[in-house]
């Protein structure tokens, strides 16, 4: 991507004789008289420039800088630091730390001191160590280096190739809202991307590609990371020592990706009370029912059995292809990820997807 230049000049306010600088306040003397406007000879304003960056008055001039259109980096930061520095609530080394700014982050600048800097990152604010940071000119210069590019999807399910073009075999699909990273520069009006590990490509029809940067996080941001990561590594070694002890809790071996991204073929057709039709038309228990059964995996038909097939788990611990069930139980969707379910709706809408938490869940069951 190309780099955006920044080019910065000094605003300087001349007032009754004064030049404002923040920081400081300089007096500089001009001839008055009743029939001329009092002037600053151009010697004098160097001057007195010169003198305010010998002063601690440089330190924070760059904040004040007046930026051009093209000066989307003005007061940014970037993080110089191996893995992470501690963002603290008080320039001191002994405070509280409040947050992280890890390597290959970005930060917005809100204030220089003496060998520290107050910043936010992402929802973290707070004091970090000056020599912790890329500043001034050199963050402008290295900004490209830190940028991430990713595209979100807006189709409601979108194939991801094997190539450039809809001729290639698809290797999975992602579905609307979702965004992924964007690992080099389209090609021919597709984008190459990860998803979960698999390299494809995505018609940029479909995508809206945007560049941002990675922030740090409060402690309680990182607190919930790690449980949730905590969570996913307990499930992993729960399936690992059912198939080690042979509990059938999966026989066809598929994955709750596979049944969503099976389910989301599906999108647009019609909803039928008492039907089990994918095509032509199915009620929210038949079609939960018909796309599980696609892959081996028996169900029950009505929602009231459904409600006790599997095992329960959290809406926070909701994985894809898990079941949430609403209302009184009377309703079921396959959870997508990303707080969406796809689901056999109503007559109106028929197959489509909506938020997960479009009203009051009632229960959540895994049966993979």
């Given at each position: 991507m190309e780099k955006t230049h920044i080019r910065k000049r000094v605003v300087v306010s001349v007032l009754t004789g004064m030049i404002l600088i923040p920081g400081r306040?300089?007096?500089?003397?001009?001839?008055?008289?009743?029939?001329?406007?009092?002037?600053?000879?151009?010697?004098?304003i160097e001057s007195v420039l010169e003198e305010c960056y010998e002063t601690e008055v440089k330190d924070n001039l760059d904040l004040y800088l007046v930026p051009t259109e093209e000066g989307e980096y003005l007061n940014m930061a970037f993080s110089d630091t191996e893995e992470y520095t501690c963002i603290r609530s008080a320039p001191d080394e002994n405070s509280e730390w409040v947050g992280k700014l890890y390597k290959d982050s970005a930060a917005q600048v809100l204030e220089y001191l003496d060998g520290w800097t107050r910043i936010r990152s992402g929802s973290a604010e707070g004091y970090v160590p000056s020599d912790a940071l890329i500043t001034g000119s050199?963050?402008?210069?290295?900004?490209?280096?830190?940028?991430?590019?990713?595209?979100?999807?807006?189709?409601?399910?979108?194939?991801?190739?094997?190539?450039?073009?809809?001729d290639h075999a698809i290797l999975t699909q992602i579905t609307e809202g979702e965004k992924y990273a964007a690992t080099g520069k389209p090609v021919n009006g597709w984008y190459p991307v990860n998803v979960d590990g698999i390299e494809g490509w995505v018609s940029g029809k479909y995508v809206e590609p945007e560049t941002g940067f990675s922030y740090g996080e409060t402690k309680e941001e990182e607190e919930e990371r790690i449980r949730k990561e905590a969570q996913i590594r307990e499930e992993e070694e729960r399936r690992r020592t059912q198939e080690a002890e042979g509990v059938p809790v999966n026989s066809s071996g598929v994955s709750g990706q596979?049944?969503?991204?099976?389910?989301?073929?599906?999108?647009?057709?019609?909803?039928?009370?008492?039907g089990t039709s994918l095509t032509d038309g199915a009620d929210c228990s038949g079609f939960t029912q018909s796309v599980y059964a696609h892959f081996g995996v028996s169900l029950p038909r009505t929602t009231s059995q459904l409600v006790h097939a599997g095992y329960a788990v959290s809406y926070e611990e909701a994985q894809p292809g898990d079941m949430i069930f609403y209302g009184d139980g009377g309703h079921v969707g396959l959870y997508m990820g990303n707080g969406k379910i796809v689901n056999a709706l109503n007559s109106e809408k028929g197959i489509c997807t909506c938020s997960a938490t479009y009203t009051n869940i009632y229960a959540v069951r895994r049966v993979l």
């Open positions: 306040t300089l007096c500089v003397h001009a001839e008055e008289s009743k029939d001329e406007q009092a002037f600053i000879q151009a010697a004098g050199e963050a402008e210069d290295c900004a490209g280096e830190y940028e991430n590019n990713t595209v979100t999807v807006t189709a409601g399910v979108l194939n991801v190739r094997d190539g450039q073009g809809t596979d049944i969503i991204e099976y389910a989301c073929q599906f999108i647009g057709n019609p909803y039928v009370w008492g």
